[in-house]
């Protein structure tokens, strides 16, 4: 079974630092493009960033460049996002999402809640 | 980016009844090189992550009943619902994936009337 499953959310005072993971299983993880989305309360999905299945071409969102950092090991089967500089509009749920390329997300983990609030 | 908007933001409609949803691009996600409309649907639950209905607007994944079907081509997408069950109320989005980045919809909210 195909299965994603994020971790390390939690609450953070605005300026601070989080890192999440993202564990794979079920398929070849190293053959798929992965994502991260984050959705805040009430609000559609907001796609922030995007790592190539090799790991060597990524893109960001432009509300997160420059602080956050997507990254994986494939080794490991892990996504990571590396969220810098925290901000109160960083608050929502972050998703990580399997990438069918060309382009639709399928599977998506079941999400981790951050929290950015003094 | 190409903006993706959704009416309306949400409907009641009675069960066994259908529910149409609306999904526009600012842009053509027609892509020449395939003939194919880059665009998929989804359903969200409360607590849920998204779950994948349609993708090339129009191709039901393995699994979704039959009575969700989706239609449109260029700008302008249309998502049903026919015999509307009770399960189905959720949140739908739409989503474009013809170039980066992919964008979606705010979601079209479906209740029961």
């Known amino acids: 079974e195909v299965q994603l499953v994020e971790s390390g959310g939690g609450l953070v005072q605005p300026g601070g630092s989080l890192r999440l993971s993202c564990a794979a299983s079920?398929?070849?993880?190293?053959?798929?493009?992965m994502h991260w989305v984050r959705q805040g309360s009430g609000k559609g999905p907001l796609c922030v960033a995007r790592i190539s299945g090799d790991g060597r071409t990524i893109s960001y969102a432009d509300s997160v460049k420059g602080r956050f950092t997507v990254s994986r090991d494939n080794a490991k089967n892990t996504l990571y996002l590396q969220m810098n500089s925290l901000r109160v509009e960083d608050t929502a749920v972050y998703y990580c999402a399997r990438d069918q390329s060309p382009g639709w997300f399928d599977p998506w983990g079941q999400g981790t809640l951050v929290t950015v609030s003094s | 980016d190409t903006v993706m908007t959704q009416s309306p933001d949400s409907l009641a409609v009675s069960l066994g009844e259908r529910a149409t949803i609306n999904c526009k691009s600012s842009q053509s996600v027609l892509r020449s090189s395939n003939n194919k409309n880059h665009l998929a649907w989804y359903q969200q639950k409360p607590g849920q992550p998204p779950r994948l209905l349609i993708y090339?607007?129009?191709t039901r994944k393995s699994g979704v009943p039959d009575r969700f079907s989706g239609s449109g081509s260029g700008t302008d997408f249309t998502l049903t619902i026919n015999n509307l069950q009770a399960e189905d109320v959720a949140v739908y989005y739409c989503?474009?994936?013809?170039?980066?980045?992919?964008?979606f919809g705010q979601g079209t909210k479906v209740e029961i009337k």
């Open positions: 079920g398929f070849t993880f190293s053959s798929y493009w």
């Open positions: 090339w607007a129009s």
């Open positions: 989503q474009h994936y013809s170039n980066v980045p992919p964008t």
